[in-house]
């Protein structure tokens, strides 16, 4: 029955069932690792332009972030294409014209991305709103980078580090050379309440 429902479909039809359904399962996969605690960081250098594609869902205490506030994240393309795929196939009866039915699809899959993200901000903020005294309770601090950091200041990253048996995550930036995502790292300072210098805690071992 299933193999006469996709030899029935058209070429086009057969494209986005399959878009949408690796989309749909990694989505389900990223939602229970989110509350699982996993994560999972890439970072592509393709010929000197950084780019981090961000599959992380979590970290120890199921922490969100606002990771999601980059929009050139692995997770943001799987719900786009999640959003775009989904109204495509709905929509095959009530908008037949494919000009038109794409045009709503990638509205839809963009409001999607849009609604994500907010909703991890949200939570971050909630998350990240406990009685903690950065000044007194990061420095010293040891993580991971998140999001690669540029070098000299000139930009920010982001970093995972445990605080009071938590693991939080900050905006970051070094005075050093960059850090890509991965690397250990120490806080050194604190800027405007939320920002952290960090630096690579390999260059601390002589």
Excluded at 18 to 28: E, K, N, P, Y
Excluded at 158 to 177: F, L
Aim: with cysteine; glycine share 10%.
């Amino acid at each position: 029955m299933i193999t006469a429902w996709w030899t029935s479909l058209s070429l086009g039809m057969k494209v986005l069932w399959g878009i949408t359904l690796v989309a749909s399962l990694i989505f389900v996969v990223q939602t229970i690792m989110t509350f699982l605690g996993a994560d999972a960081d890439s970072d592509i250098d393709a010929g000197g332009l950084d780019t981090d594609f961000d599959t992380s869902v979590g970290s120890g205490d199921a922490t969100f972030g606002d990771a999601g506030m980059n929009l050139l994240t692995f997770r943001n393309f799987v719900n786009f294409f999640l959003g775009f795929g989904w109204a495509a196939i709905l929509l095959e009866d009530s908008i037949p014209a494919l000009g038109w039915r794409l045009f709503v699809s990638v509205i839809v899959g963009l409001a999607l991305v849009t609604l994500v993200i907010y909703i991890f901000k949200w939570l971050g903020s909630m998350q990240q709103s406990g009685n903690i005294d950065l000044n007194k309770s990061a420095v010293g601090c040891q993580g991971k980078v998140y999001l690669s950091i540029p070098a000299a200041r000139s930009g920010n990253g982001k970093v995972q580090i445990t605080i009071n048996d938590s693991v939080r995550e900050y905006e970051a930036m070094t005075d050093g050379d960059a850090i890509k995502t991965g690397t250990a790292i120490r806080v050194t300072e604190v800027l405007d309440g939320n920002t952290l210098i960090v630096e690579e805690l390999n260059s601390l071992i002589v």
